[in-house]
């Protein structure tokens, strides 16, 4: 199925998916050079995460998540369950899964990213702080606001520590902790929040307005 959709004008991956389709046939494929192998390999991926994005930009969200399943899979096979790369394509996957409503089913996912990535020594502060705010949003839309608040709480503290207090990025995760606040009866400092991150965005506004 995957063969007959990779780009045509990808060269490499073409002459690759003609060798899915003999293998799917009982053939045995010739085996190529190390280093042709390695470029084949490396267009064969390029093409699925082509095809997976033009799913998603078509809202064909079903068939996308099937790409990425294919694409998380064979990268894990390639590098292994805790290599800091795969969060690229356990992130992608919950994406897709997330727009489709499958919240549920997205969660085991950014649960994975955001355990590998705070074992990676030296990781950049927002790359976790996006995966803990898809985190802690994903736990919110099943209302499970307990959950919710360690990853929501954890992302707004990275960014204000490496952005600054008035970064629109601070203002998002503020709006996104004092939604969690709102839902859990603490209206009083939901309000707060809310106002920290108007003020950020009217300031940003105005800077925005005055004519260099």
Known sequence: RFSETILP???????????VKSTAKGEAPQEPPQEEATDQKVALATAFQRLAQSYCDQGNYADAQQVYERILVNRMNE??????ELTVD??????????????NQAEPFMRRTVSILENVPN???????DALGMLGEIYFRQDKYFDSEDPLLKALQLRQDFLGENHPDVADSLSS????????????QAEKLYAQAQEILAKRND???VPS
């Open 79 to 84: 590098l292994g369950p805790n290599h800091p």
């Open 123 to 129: 990781v950049h502060p927002l790359k976790l702080a």
């Open 90 to 103: 356990l992130t992608n996957l919950a994406g897709v899964l997330c727009a489709q409503g499958k919240f």
């Open 177 to 188: 902790y004092a939604k969690l606040l709102r839902k859990t009866n603490r209206q009083p």
């Open 207 to 209: 800077e925005s307005s």
């Open 9 to 19: 004008e990808d060269a490499k991956a073409k002459q690759l998916a003609m060798l």
